[in-house]
């Protein structure tokens, strides 16, 4: 099993920046696509972002895309979430997740939960209007 643990949440004004940080057992972690997602109440999990193990890869949800910017250090077993300009619709818990399979090629895989196995325990984001 790979344990995922998220951290850099907090509360932020519009317009401000986070920096989330997933850090992974292992190397599993860094083996495979990795990808943030959100959920607010109410709402479903949403994605986000996410990069395939070699960082040829890398994909984001068209209501980030500008803002965000994913990474990885596989040395570190870490993948980053990069998050500026942010806005109250960013609020939301944010998850990491390891790619289930390795075998994602296109946005729509990546984009897809259940293409993943593992999950962080998530951390919480409030942006401020």
């Known amino acids: 099993q790979v344990q995922l643990v998220e951290s850099g949440g907090g509360l932020v004004q519009a317009g401000g920046s986070l920096r989330l940080s997933c850090a992974a057992s292992?190397?599993?972690?860094?083996?495979?696509?990795m990808g943030w997602f959100r959920q607010a109440p109410g709402k479903e999990r949403q994605f986000v972002a996410a990069?395939?193990?070699?960082?040829?890869?890398?994909y984001y949800a068209d209501s980030v895309k500008g803002r965000f910017t994913i990474s990885r250090d596989n040395a570190k077993n870490t993948v980053y979430l990069q998050m500026n300009s942010l806005k109250p619709e960013d609020t939301a818990v944010y998850y990491c997740?390891?790619?289930?399979?390795?075998?994602?090629?296109?946005?729509?895989?990546?984009?897809?939960?259940?293409?993943?196995?593992?999950w962080g325990q998530g951390t919480q984001v409030t942006v401020s209007s």
């Open positions: 997740s390891a790619e289930r399979n390795g075998d994602c090629t296109g946005y729509g895989c990546y984009a897809a939960p259940s293409r993943y196995a593992y």
């Open positions: 292992g190397r599993t972690g860094s083996s495979y696509g």
């Open positions: 990069i395939s193990w070699r960082g040829d890869r890398i």
